[in-house]
Structure formats: C-alpha cells, structure tokens
C-alpha cells in the first residue's frame, strides 16, 4: 500500500507529469518522470517525497487482472522510493503485457525505464 504523500491527489497531478516529464518505455510500461523542483508552482514543487500515479486501462485485462497488475506495480513502486529523488513525480502506464507479466518481468522493465531516464534503482 502506497502512503497517503506518495499517491497522486487528483486528475491534474496526472496530466501534469505527463505533459511536462520525460518519457521511456519498455514492453510492459510507459514511466513519465518530472522533477517537482523545476515547477514554476511553488506549493506543487515543495511537496515532500516522491509521488506516484499509475494509470491501468480496460486493455490490460478484465477487473481481476487489472488489480492483480496495479497491486504489483505498487508493491514495486514501495521498494523504489528510496532510489527516487525527493520532488519527483513518477507515472506509470501498464501496457497490454502488464496483464499477463510476472512481478519479476514488471520489476525488471520498470527498473529499464528509470534507468533510461537516469534515475537507477538501488
């Protein structure tokens, strides 16, 4: 379970990251990453810890397999916060394959993502 401070508050923080973050891909999601820090909105960029969206469409799968993703993708985003910069905002989109990959396949391909954008996990 994500801590309160650490999840996305609304529909713009979303749109926010998305618009204005960097962008990597793997076969299984799409990571979207801004640093708060250069947010010209001050209330937004002095909002401790990092924080995380995910986003986990019909076209991963019925309600069972949608949750079964997002449960993973979560459980992974916990052991990443130490890795991640204070004022980042981190987005996740689970691509079709996230349905039918393993926690270890996600974990990976998310670890690939951050990593393409520079931001490594350990």
């Known amino acids: ?9 609304s529909p713009s923080d979303f749109s926010r990251t998305i618009k204005r973050g960097r962008r990597a891909g793997t076969r299984t999601v799409v990571v ?8 010209p ?5 002095l909002q ?3 924080r995380v969206g995910l986003i ?3 076209a991963v799968g019925n309600a069972v397999i949608r949750h079964r993703t997002s449960r ?13 910069p204070k004022p980042t905002d981190l987005v996740i989109r689970a691509l ?8 270890s396949e996600l974990d ?11 931001v490594g996990h350990g």
């Open 1 to 9: 379970m994500l801590p309160q401070q650490q999840k996305f508050t």
């Open 108 to 118: 990976s391909d998310l670890n690939k993502a951050l990593k393409k954008l520079g």
């Open 56 to 58: 986990v469409s019909k």
């Open 32 to 39: 979207h990453l801004v640093d708060r820090s250069s947010m």
């Open 48 to 50: 401790g810890g990092p």
């Open 96 to 103: 079709p394959a996230a349905g039918t990959a393993s926690s």
């Open 72 to 84: 993973r993708l979560r459980h992974i985003c916990v052991s990443r916060f130490g890795s991640l």
């Open 41 to 45: 909105d001050a209330d937004i960029a």
